[in-house]
């Protein structure tokens, strides 16, 4: 029976299967990377809800294991030399599992780093500035009466929705025909933007064609349609 005793996170949210990769999260836009990723890798998991409303991530079992206070993390009990893994930040836990399976990353090298500089957009790029335009537009920031803030994120974002827009004009999926970790990545914000953020309008999302048409076809796959759900909501 495998022993996750060392991670001080299983105190607080003690594992029923230790053998199994134990996932701490919340089905947000960064949470729904990891828990899509591992209903289309088939990998057995355990999910344990982490209450960001309650500011479950800052006492000290949580970060024990991210000490940036954020979900995702995992630990994968099963990890390099067979020996048990933490990790923390979606991207890098996105590359672990597809290093790890074989799966949603491409093997030609050239095409495998074209992956990451999408999934570092994304991580770079998507997620922050998409994650600002929430904050002005539906939360605190939709008080300030200084607009300025808010337009400048949804300038942004905007653009930024220009560059996947191009990209995906001749491409099912970010890399082409091949679904990766860079999509991955990137649905769950694309969604979360329009649809939770409700800032469809502000961005002029109605004039893309592409972005829209991939953001379908992508939340029409079943593991995705499971992974939104994960962990279930406190
Ligand atoms: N770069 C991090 C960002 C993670 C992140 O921002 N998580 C948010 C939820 S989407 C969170 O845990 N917020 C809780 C808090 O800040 O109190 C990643 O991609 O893993």
Avoid: C
């Amino acid at each position: 029976m495998t022993d996750l005793s060392a991670f001080p996170i299983t105190k607080r949210w003690p594992a029923q299967h230790p053998d199994r990769l134990q996932l701490y999260s919340l089905p947000t836009p960064n949470g729904v990377k990891v828990s899509i990723m591992l209903e289309e890798i088939g990998l057995p998991y355990e999910p344990h809800t982490i209450d960001i409303g309650k500011n479950e991530t800052w006492g000290p079992e949580f970060l024990s294991l991210n000490p940036n206070g954020k979900i995702p993390a995992i630990i994968d009990p099963d990890g390099p030399d067979g020996k048990p893994l933490g990790l923390f930040e979606s991207g890098a836990i996105l590359v672990y599992l597809a290093e790890k399976t074989g799966k949603f990353l491409p093997k030609d090298p050239a095409r495998r780093y074209e992956t990451m500089a999408w999934v570092f957009f994304q991580m770079a790029a998507v997620g922050p500035m998409f994650g600002q335009v929430g904050f002005f537009h539906k939360f605190a920031g939709k008080d300030y009466e200084d607009k300025r803030p808010r337009d400048r994120y949804v300038a942004e974002s905007k653009r930024l929705l220009g560059v996947l827009e191009t990209r995906l004009a001749d491409r099912d999926w970010i890399m082409g025909d091949e679904y990766t970790i860079a999509d991955i990545a990137t649905l769950g914000w694309v969604r979360n933007l329009v649809g939770f953020y409700g800032a469809g309008d502000l961005v002029d999302y109605a004039s893309l064609k592409h972005v829209p048409a991939w953001l379908e076809r992508g939340l029409a796959r079943p593991a995705v349609q499971r992974g939104l759900e994960i962990p279930k909501r406190p």
